[in-house]
């Protein structure tokens, strides 16, 4: 019988990486996706056929991490045999203005989850999607006994199902991991996360079709990673045999000017002419510098970042002339169903 797996968040960036992971080990994947009135499965449309295929192996179902009902539904329906919580209100700079929904959603969306596998009495491992936005203030390296000082309600709502999943494995018994996992992009990442919006302002520069990038702090420091690597990460946690918290990250410190700067550089356009820095972007708390020490995975896991910063850069500049050149071709279809 093949493994049964249920994934949160499956149109995100992570979870669409992540089912396609899972489908390539012979999953049966279960996705759960919010009801939206624009189409939200873009990512996953590559590896979802229709569910009445005979190869169907991809399933979504409509739910919500503020609906306890449907995720009790949902879990008693699928019997999974793993739980990967990713669903989030994942944007740091909007959580101070939605601060009490991502509360709800990134926070007690994460003990629904563990609460309706309760109550649903399915024995099941669990993955939880904590983060480096946890360390907040704190200090680099940070690794997995590092004092969390969270600095957005993102990151508190974070601190709060980190401990929530802790506090499942300890009283419960179950097998729930924590991925503390630091910046990890891709042609996926969303647009308003800095990497993608730079990658895409480069393209469309270079194209004529832009002429200035509006950003915020420069200065801020991130261990930037590559999320298809990421997703591996999480998998491998859930097959040991006993759960644990593992940091992932690559070590390789950079500021978003770096990134900046290197972005342009691929395309031959000096970026000064074209970067204004705008208020609206800057953070009431900022958290100055992510740099993680991935070594318990290393050694636990197995696991080791391959891909480096320029070739990441590389990547998303690519995929983004890339994507304008089919746009601009009219190339893309949007699937219907
Ligand atoms: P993402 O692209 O923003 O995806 C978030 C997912 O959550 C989307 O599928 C979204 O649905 C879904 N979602 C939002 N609100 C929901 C709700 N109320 N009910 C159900 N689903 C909901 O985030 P990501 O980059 O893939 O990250 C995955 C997880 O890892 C998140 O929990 C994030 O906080 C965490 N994390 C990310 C990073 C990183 O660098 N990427 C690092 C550490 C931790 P829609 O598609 O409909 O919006
Ligand atoms: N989004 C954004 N937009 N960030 C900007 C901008 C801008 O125009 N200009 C500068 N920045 C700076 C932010 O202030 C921050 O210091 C840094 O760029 C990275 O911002 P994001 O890409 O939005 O990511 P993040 O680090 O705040 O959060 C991401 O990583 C976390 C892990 O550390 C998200 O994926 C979170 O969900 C994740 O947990």
């Known amino acids: 019988m093949p493994k049964v797996a249920l994934i949160t968040g499956t149109t995100g960036q992570d979870g669409s990486y992540l089912a396609e992971l899972l489908l390539d080990k012979g999953y049966v994947v279960h996705g759960l996706k919010r009801r939206s009135s624009s189409f939200n499965t873009e990512r996953i449309e590559r590896v979802d056929v229709h569910p009445r295929h005979p190869d169907a192996r991809l399933f979504l179902h409509y739910g919500d991490l503020g609906d306890m009902g449907s995720l009790v539904h949902l879990i008693r329906e699928v019997q999974p045999d793993e739980v990967y919580n990713l669903g989030a209100q994942s944007h740091v700079r909007v959580s101070f203005d939605v601060p009490g929904y991502?509360?709800?959603?990134?926070?007690?969306?994460?003990?629904?989850?563990?609460?309706?596998?309760?109550?649903?009495?399915?024995?099941?491992?669990?993955?939880?999607?904590?983060?480096?936005?946890m360390y907040g203030?704190?200090?680099?390296?940070?690794?997995?006994?590092?004092?969390f000082h969270p600095r957005s309600p993102y990151g508190c709502s974070k601190v709060f199902a980190y401990w929530s999943a802790v506090n499942y494995r300890e009283a419960w018994d179950m097998h729930v991991s924590n991925?503390?996992?630091?910046?990890?992009e891709s042609p996926r990442r969303g647009e308003n996360f800095v990497t993608?919006?730079?990658?895409?302002?480069?393209?469309?520069?270079?194209?004529?079709?832009?002429?200035?990038?509006?950003?915020?702090n420069l200065d801020a420091v991130r261990d930037w990673g590559y999320a298809p690597e990421y997703v591996e990460a999480m998998w491998l946690m859930l097959q040991q045999d006993k759960p644990d918290d593992y940091v992932i990250a690559t070590g390789e410190a950079r500021t978003v000017?770096?990134?900046?700067?290197?972005?342009?550089?691929?395309?031959?356009?000096?970026?000064?002419?074209?970067?204004?820095?705008?208020?609206?972007?800057?953070?009431?708390?900022?958290?100055?510098?992510?740099i993680g020490d991935a070594s318990k995975a290393r050694e636990q896991l197995g696991w080791v970042p391959k891909t480096g910063f320029t070739d990441l850069v590389r990547i998303m500049v690519d995929a983004d002339r890339q994507l304008l050149e089919d746009e601009r071709m009219g190339r893309l279809v949007r699937i219907d169903r």
């Not at 990134?106 to 983060?131: D, K, W």
């Not at 770096?258 to 002419?273: G, L, P, Q, R, Y």
């Open 102 to 133: 991502t509360a709800d959603v990134t926070g007690l969306g994460a003990v629904r989850v563990m609460e309706a596998i309760r109550i649903a009495g399915v024995n099941c491992r669990v993955y939880q999607a904590s983060s480096s936005e």
């Open 137 to 147: 203030s704190t200090p680099p390296p940070q690794r997995e006994t590092t004092p």
């Open 179 to 184: 991925g503390i996992l630091f910046n990890h």
């Open 196 to 216: 993608r919006k730079i990658s895409r302002a480069v393209a469309r520069i270079e194209a004529g079709i832009q002429d200035t990038l509006f950003l915020g």
């Open 257 to 290: 000017r770096e990134f900046v700067h290197a972005a342009f550089a691929m395309v031959d356009i000096d970026w000064e002419k074209h970067v204004q820095i705008d208020p609206q972007y800057m953070r009431p708390t900022e958290v100055d510098a992510l």
